[in-house]
């Protein structure tokens, strides 16, 4: 059992004696029994707010209830001190002696340290990226791969049942300007004169908008179609949809390679035209019809959001017959929630911002609650390199892809960046910050601590004092607060994941990572000061293999915290 389990378990049995004390009812009071770490560790080291809870009930002080309510909690072996602080906070410090028992945890629970049950099983479907194939993923979608899969690593940490799920788009506008740019790169390879569409300029915003896609990338899709068929089969006529289908399929190759050199994997690929092709969307339209959630105004079919908090209805079918690009939406949704899910979250980009209370209006409808659909809005990334501001665009052809960025910097700094941010912040990605291999660049920082770690085992080897095992090491010999703070750090790792699980941000877990190897590279540099403060003593067996039982925790804890970002935790650097 952790301290925080522990701590809860008194707390509920002096509740119980409390409440019977003053003669109330524990089910006449619906408090919600909890503890936090405080954001000022000088508080302490768990706070609750029990007793302002109670206040509403008792008709009494906050302060007062604080008091009365200490009464009645047992503290031996597991609280040293419980003070309160206005207005009614109660903070608890715990034994230091109660701190080190949880490297007994640690070591019993190894890989699996840190992970909870608060999912329950609950079966959740993340969907993120979704990018529409037409061309290689930028830095953009960088952040939104890696916020969508280490959110979905955090979820199974917490004890949910995490799928992973990419839809694309691969009809409409975007891709007939995909096949035809495939069409006329082919013409060009075969010698043809082929004269590109001009760009578009809008006579609202003057802004200008390419007519086909500029990358090399269309260049060399183009040629293994040369390749695979041969000039003389394509000299032949064929329609439009056959190059769209071959662009879609290589750039979806392409971006499934990059994911999974990044370490996403997806468990499935979802078309959309497949909505279409098995009736889907027609199917979701005659539901919501039988459950008259479709009118006809102005020779055009409209759903009734505003019943569910939209500002408007919305359009489902056009007047001249066709659906709008919301219906085949909720026809997917529709699909999601019968394939068996309970929870979908959906990681969408800053634009999608004003879609989705018309989505979340759309699934209460079909009548899912919703609550049971979130949307993660990921905002604008901006590429800082070499003191130059990178614009991303697909069609310019001027971008920074994903393969580009993994090729030059590491995994594990691509996703640390883009996990440390909470996403709805806009966010400049420091190129040159990330290639630094200085304290001053986070993810080196916490991967330090981690390779530190390792290399005091070594050097115990080297000593002739090999870290023996957890069993016969006397933990109550580590008193120093310095220690004492890293003992009870170690403890937190499942707050910070069911905080990321909860907030749906992993940065509580990156946060929480920097955090602990911070006190513990104070801890470092005390002991080249301070001799007693050594991890590795010699003439001091006992307590040398009390601290090495430490430093096992700790890098136990990193690399569970690492892994649970998807970040491998390095043993050398």
Not at 329 to 338: L, N, Q, S
Not at 393 to 407: N, Q
């Amino acid at each position: 059992m952790d301290l925080k389990t522990e701590l809860l378990g008194r707390m509920e049995q002096a509740l119980d004696k409390y409440l019977a004390a003053v003669g109330v009812a524990r089910e006449a009071t619906s408090v919600a029994l909890g503890v936090e770490a405080p954001r000022n560790r000088e508080h302490g080291d768990y706070a609750s707010n029990i007793a302002m809870q109670l206040t509403r009930v008792l008709k009494r002080p906050p302060m007062q209830v604080a008091e009365e309510f200490l009464t009645h909690l047992e503290k031996d072996g597991l609280t040293r001190e419980a003070t309160i602080a206005k207005p009614g906070f109660i903070n608890f410090r715990l034994e230091s002696a109660a701190s080190a028992a949880v490297l007994t945890r640690i070591a019993e629970q190894g890989a699996n340290y840190g992970k909870t049950n608060m999912g329950k099983g609950t079966k959740v479907l993340i969907e993120f990226v979704s990018a529409n194939p037409t061309g290689p993923l930028h830095i953009g979608h960088a952040r939104n791969a890696v916020v969508g899969d280490t959110l979905a690593r955090v979820m199974a940490a917490a004890g949910f049942n995490v799928s992973r799920e990419y839809y694309f788009n691969d009809a409409g506008v975007q891709m007939n300007m995909l096949g035809n740019t495939l069409r006329l790169r082919v013409d060009e390879l075969l010698g043809r004169e082929v004269q590109m569409p001009p760009d578009k300029v809008d006579p609202e915003t003057g802004e200008s908008h390419a007519q086909f896609y500029k990358g090399r990338y269309m260049i060399e899709i183009a040629e293994k179609l040369l390749g695979e068929i041969g000039k003389e089969e394509a000299s032949q006529a064929h329609d439009g949809s056959f190059y769209t289908e071959y662009a879609v399929r290589e750039i979806l190759k392409t971006i499934d390679y990059d994911m999974k050199s990044m370490g996403i994997e997806f468990d499935t690929w979802f078309s959309e035209t497949s909505l279409h092709r098995n009736g889907e969307v027609e199917a979701t339209l005659e539901e919501l019809r039988k459950l008259g959630k479709i009118y006809e105004q102005d020779g055009a079919s409209w759903l009734r959001t505003t019943e569910y908090g939209d500002e408007k209805d919305r359009v489902v079918i056009k007047s001249d017959g066709n659906y709008t690009y919301v219906m085949p939406d909720i026809a997917y949704h529709r699909d999601k929630y019968g394939r068996g899910y309970d929870r979908l979250i959906n990681v969408l980009g800053g634009d999608h911002h004003g879609y989705v209370p018309r989505l979340t209006a759309a699934v209460a409808a079909l009548g899912h609650p919703k609550e049971a659909l979130n949307c993660v809005i990921i905002q604008m990334v901006s590429l800082l390199k070499d003191g130059v501001s990178m614009k991303l665009s697909t069609r310019s052809g001027e971008f920074l892809t994903l393969k580009e960025m993994a090729d030059e910097l590491s995994i594990g700094v691509v996703r640390w960046f883009f996990a440390m941010r909470s996403p709805d912040s806009q966010m400049v990605f420091d190129w040159s910050l990330a290639k630094d291999t200085s304290m001053d660049n986070p993810v080196y920082y916490v991967q330090y601590a981690h390779a530190r770690c390792c290399s005091l085992f070594r050097k115990a080897e080297e000593a002739g004092c090999p870290y023996a095992g957890i069993a016969n090491v006397d933990l109550s010999l580590m008193t120093h607060p310095a220690e004492v703070a890293i003992l009870q750090e170690l403890e937190r790792l499942s707050l910070a994941i069911e905080a990321s699980a909860t907030d749906l941000s992993a940065h509580h877990v990156t946060n929480y990572l920097q955090g602990l190897a911070q006190l513990f590279h104070n801890l470092f540099t005390l002991g080249m000061h301070d001799a007693s403060l050594r991890f590795i003593l010699p003439d001091n067996p006992a307590l040398t293999q009390a601290r090495l039982a430490m430093i096992d925790g700790l890098r136990t804890v990193l690399a569970n915290g690492l892994q649970v970002l998807g970040i491998p935790p390095m043993e050398r650097m």
